[in-house]
C-alpha cells in the first residue's frame, strides 16, 4: 500500500530547463516568476541553476571537492572620479547694526549648527 500512495516525480525535458535557465540568465530576471510561467517550483529552478554553474561560482568553499582552477572572473570596475568636495557653509547673522559673516567647512555641518544655536541664545 506504500508504493500506491508514493508520487513519482515529474521528468522535464533537457530543452525545458535549458529554455528556464537562459531566462533566468537576463538581467533583471526574477526566477520565482521565470517558474511559476512554467508551472515549475522556484526551488527546482535555483537547484537547476546551482547545478548548472561551477561549484565555485555558486559559492562552494575551496577544497570541497573544487581547488578554486580555473576560478579567475575579470571584472571591470567604474572609473574613479574626482574627489566631491563640498562648498563651504556661508552664514551671515545680523543683529542690530551688528552684521558677522562665516564661513564653515561643510565636512563640520553638525559643529557649525551646534555653534549657531549657542550663538542664537
Known amino acids: 500500500m506504500e508504493d500506491a500512495n508514493r508520487r513519482s516525480r515529474r521528468k522535464h525535458s ?24 512554467n508551472g515549475l517550483n522556484a526551488n527546482l529552478v535555483h537547484r537547476w541553476l546551482r547545478l548548472a554553474r561551477p561549484a565555485i561560482t555558486a ?5 570541497a571537492g573544487n581547488d578554486g582552477a580555473g576560478a579567475f ?21 545680523r543683529r542690530g547694526a551688528t552684521v558677522v559673516n562665516i564661513q564653515w567647512p561643510a565636512q563640520g555641518g553638525g559643529d557649525c549648527a551646534a555653534w549657531l544655536r549657542e550663538w542664537l541664545r
Open 73 to 93: 572572473i575579470a571584472l571591470t570596475l567604474p572609473r574613479q572620479s574626482a574627489p566631491v568636495t563640498l562648498p563651504d557653509i556661508r552664514i551671515e547673522l
Open 14 to 37: 533537457a530543452e525545458l530547463k535549458a529554455r528556464v535557465l537562459s531566462e533566468c540568465a537576463q538581467p533583471g530576471a526574477s526566477v520565482a516568476a521565470i517558474a511559476q510561467v
Open 59 to 63: 559559492g562552494g568553499p575551496v577544497g
